[in-house]
C-alpha cells in the first residue's frame, strides 16, 4: 500500500441506450458492483438500476438494460421522480440500493445576477424517492445474466426499509443528537447525505458524504430484517444492546465516504469531500470492519491509506467502486460522475477506470 496514485491498468467502455441516455443517468453515475460478467449501475437522475454485460477482455461493457424501481417496490413518490441513488451492494440473493437521503437545494446558473441567484438559493426540495433503501430480489439462472424481479420463482420479495407508511432511516435518526441536526440541511451544504452501501452478514453499513463531525466521517450500520406483516417491507431492527443503529466514526483527514466495498472482513472506503469540491479522492481501508460488535471510533491506524485517484476541475469525480473478479491482485472498476470529454468516447458511453490494488 501506499499514498501515491492507485495505477490504472486500463478502461472499460461502458455503453449505454434509451432512456439512461435520454435522462443523462448515464454521465451521472454513483453507484456500481460487479457480479461475474454483469454490471450493476445506478445514477442521480432516475429512479432504476442499469445493468450491463462485461466481454472477456474487459474492454467494454455493453447490452444494457433498465430496472424501473417502480416496477420492484412501493416507492414513496411518483414512479419518474429521481431517487438519487448513490449506493448499491450485492449479497446472498438480493442487491441493495440506497438513495441520498438528502434535501436538495437549487443551483446557481452561469447566467444568473445576484438576486436571481440569492432566489434560487433560499429554494429546498424534499423529493420523498432519495429516501429508499431497497433489497432488491435478484433471479439467476443457468445461462443468462440475473435480472431485477418483483418476486423470484422460489417467493423471495423486494422489499424497501420503512416502505410507505412505515420508519425509515430518516424518521430513525430524527432525535439523534449528532445527525438529527442535519437532516434539515442539503446534502451538498454539509447536510445530510448517503453516498456509501455495503453489506457483510446480516449488517448494512451507510456510508455518509455528509455531515463530517469536526472532522470525522460517519458510517451507519443497520439491520434490516423483513416485516411479518408485509413481504414488501423491511423493518430495521435491533442489535443486542437494543440499538436500532450504530453509529462509527472514521478518522478520513476530514473527507466524507464517497462509497464503500466489501473486501473480506475489510471495507474499502472512497473519500472526498463532502461539500461541492472536486479533490482530493482517497481510498482507505478499513481493517476488521466487519468484526466490530459496537460502535467504533476508527482512528488512522486501522484505516491505512491505500492511494490516491486521479480527479478534474468540475469533472470526472469518482462516485463508485467495486471489486472486479479474477485471480492475482485484487483490481476496482471506478465509475465517475460529470466525465470529462476524455471519458466520453461517444454521446452514449462513457470510460470508467481498472487500477490495481497493490495490497
Known amino acids: 500500500m501506499g499514498d501515491g496514485l492507485l495505477r490504472l491498468e486500463r478502461q472499460v467502455e461502458l455503453r449505454f441506450a434509451g432512456d439512461t441516455v435520454r435522462t443523462g443517468n448515464h454521465v451521472n453515475l454513483s453507484a456500481v458492483r460487479v457480479e461475474g460478467s454483469s454490471v450493476w449501475l445506478a445514477g442521480d437522475e432516475t429512479a432504476s438500476i442499469e445493468r450491463l454485460e462485461l466481454d472477456r477482455a474487459l474492454a467494454v461493457a455493453d447490452k444494457p438494460v433498465s430496472f424501473p424501481l ?51 438559493l433560499a429554494k429546498v426540495r424534499r423529493e420523498e424517492n432519495r429516501y429508499v433503501l431497497a433489497r432488491l430480489a435478484v433471479e439467476t439462472y443457468t445461462e443468462g445474466p440475473p435480472e431485477l424481479v418483483l418476486r423470484t420463482a422460489a417467493g423471495v420479495c423486494s422489499a424497501l426499509v420503512g416502505a410507505p407508511g412505515g420508519v425509515g432511516l430518516a424518521d430513525l435518526l430524527a432525535d439523534d443528537p449528532r445527525l438529527g441536526p442535519f437532516l434539515r440541511i442539503p446534502g451538498k451544504d454539509n447536510g445530510f447525505d448517503v453516498e456509501g452501501l ?55 483527514g476530514g473527507l466524507g465516504v464517497r462509497d464503500l466495498c466489501p473486501h473480506g472482513d475489510d471495507l474499502l472506503v472512497l473519500a472526498g469531500p463532502s461539500m461541492a469540491l472536486s479533490g482530493p479522492v482517497r481510498l482507505y481501508r478499513w481493517r476488521d470492519a466487519a468484526a466490530s460488535d459496537a460502535a467504533l471510533l476508527v482512528r ?44 466520453r468516447p461517444t454521446p452514449s458511453s462513457v470510460l470508467a477506470d481498472v487500477v490495481t490494488l497493490d495490497g
Open 70 to 120: 417502480a416496477e420492484l417496490v412501493r416507492l414513496p413518490g411518483p414512479p419518474d421522480q429521481e431517487a438519487d441513488i448513490e449506493g448499491l451492494a450485492r449479497s446472498g440473493g438480493f442487491l441493495w440500493a440506497i438513495g441520498s437521503h438528502s434535501l436538495k437545494r437549487r443551483r446557481v446558473k452561469p447566467d444568473n445576477d445576484a438576486a436571481r441567484a440569492l432566489k434560487r
Open 198 to 252: 455495503a453489506v457483510h452478514g446480516e449488517s448494512v453499513y451507510v456510508g455518509l458524504r455528509g455531515p463530517v463531525l469536526r472532522g470525522w466521517a460517519v458510517v451507519l450500520e443497520l439491520l434490516p430484517q423483513p416485516d411479518p406483516a408485509d413481504d414488501g417491507r423491511l423493518v430495521l431492527g435491533a442489535f443486542p444492546d437494543g440499538e436500532r443503529y450504530r453509529t462509527h466514526l472514521l478518522d478520513l
Open 300 to 343: 488512522r491506524d486501522r484505516l491505512p491509506l491505500v492511494g490516491e485517484l486521479p480527479h478534474g476541475q468540475g469533472e470526472d469525480h469518482a462516485e463508485g467502486v467495486a471489486l472486479l473478479p479474477g485471480a492475482g491482485p485484487a483490481r476496482l472498476l471506478v465509475v465517475h460522475d460529470s466525465p470529462g470529454p476524455d471519458r
